[in-house]
């Protein structure tokens, strides 16, 4: 196999706090080849936006990287300088952000941001740059493009403007885009479009793809692989379908239990009981054990990986999987 396009190893990101440190991303690893697809998956607060920020060099001060690597095209991202991030930034690695006022300037037309975005990373004669706008508004399903391209951020809806962040993220055809839940906040007809567009253009570009959501039904759709995130740590990692329908960590399998399937039609939904730890009072060893039905005493202690390179987890029970 080739080198991967991303290899993140051993990553650690903290905030100092007064309270204490908060360890976000704590020793996270996880390859991803060119045109891959991979789902980060877990509840709110458990570090995926944190390790999607890493990756970007957008961590806000006093949030730092403390430990590990990220290896894109075997650079490693987490000692770059920050001029170094910001050329690759946009050209080579781009973000898709939940909020697409991350991305846009309200106060600039959106042909001013786009050509912007362009020339910032090419040289390309004003015409061109625009003609290169317009052609990605209509890629991802903007109607009257041309015209479009004078308005302003707010003459645009929600799900529109978020497309206008997408092709701008597209623009110069980056090898990683990181998608931060970019469609959690539209209603569910167009989150399914975008959707739709991103993967077919991912696809025809061979695009590498890193989709964080909390949603299992969207990365089982999307995704080819998923790492399951709990408490700043990978708990689980592996092909899409072996993760979801074969879960080896009690917590991945609680998430999938608490999805609704057409199999399961009528039965109730599990949910997961009990609440996410504090980040500044984690549990020794397992975070997941007060909510565990399978801890024991050996759950104190930090757990071991468990399963195969293709399909691992770190638990000291994890679920028997039979293929
Ligand atoms: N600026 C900050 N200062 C202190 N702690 C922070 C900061 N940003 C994030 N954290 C903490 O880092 C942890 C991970 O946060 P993160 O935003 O990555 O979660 P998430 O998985 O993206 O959650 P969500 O699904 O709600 O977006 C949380 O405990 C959060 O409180
Ligand atoms: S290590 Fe123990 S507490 Fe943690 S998930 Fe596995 S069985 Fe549960
Ligand atoms: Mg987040």
């Not at 973000?95 to 090419?122: C, G, K, S, Y």
């Not at 003459?155 to 990683?176: E, H, K, T, W, Y």
């Amino acid at each position: 196999m080739n080198a991967p396009l991303l290899d993140v190893r051993g990553l650690k990101t903290a905030f100092p706090t007064r309270a204490g440190e908060v360890k976000a991303v704590d020793d996270v690893s996880f390859t991803l080849q060119s045109g891959q697809v991979l789902g980060l998956v877990g509840e709110s607060g458990s570090g995926k936006s944190v390790t999607g920020f890493s990756i970007m060099g957008l961590l806000e001060p006093p949030g730092r990287i403390t430990g590990g690597e990220i290896l894109f095209d075997g650079v490693d991202l987490a000692k770059l300088h920050q001029e170094d991030m910001r050329s690759l930034r946009g050209r080579r690695i781009a973000m898709i952000f939940q909020d697409p006022m991350m991305t846009l300037n309200p106060v600039l037309r959106i042909d001013t941001q786009m050509i912007e975005a362009i020339e910032a990373h090419r040289k390309v004669p004003r015409g061109e740059a625009r003609a290169c706008a317009r052609d990605a508004l209509a890629q991802v399903g903007i109607p009257s493009p041309e015209e479009r391209l004078d308005a302003y951020p707010h003459q645009f809806s929600g799900g529109m403007r978020q497309r206008v962040a997408i092709a701008i993220a597209l623009i110069n055809r980056p090898d990683l885009i990181i998608a931060d839940e970019p469609t959690t906040a539209l209603d569910v007809t167009i989150q399914s479009q975008i959707l739709s567009e991103i993967q077919k253009l991912t696809a025809e570009h061979g695009t590498a793809l890193i989709w964080i959501t909390h949603d299992l039904s969207v990365v089982s759709r999307l995704a080819d692989d998923v790492a399951v995130m709990y408490a700043g740590k990978i708990v689980e990692r592996g092909a899409v379908g072996d993760v979801i329908d074969r879960p080896m960590h009690p917590y991945t399998f609680g998430l999938v239990q608490s999805v609704p399937s057409r199999n399961r039609k009528g039965a109730r939904l599990a949910q997961i009981p009990g609440m996410t730890p504090s980040p500044l009072d984690l549990p020794a060893g397992c975070a997941f054990r007060t909510r565990c039905g399978r801890a024991d005493e050996a759950c104190a202690t930090p757990p071991p990986s468990a399963g195969a390179a293709d399909h691992v987890c770190r638990c000291f029970h994890p679920r028997e999987v039979t293929a």
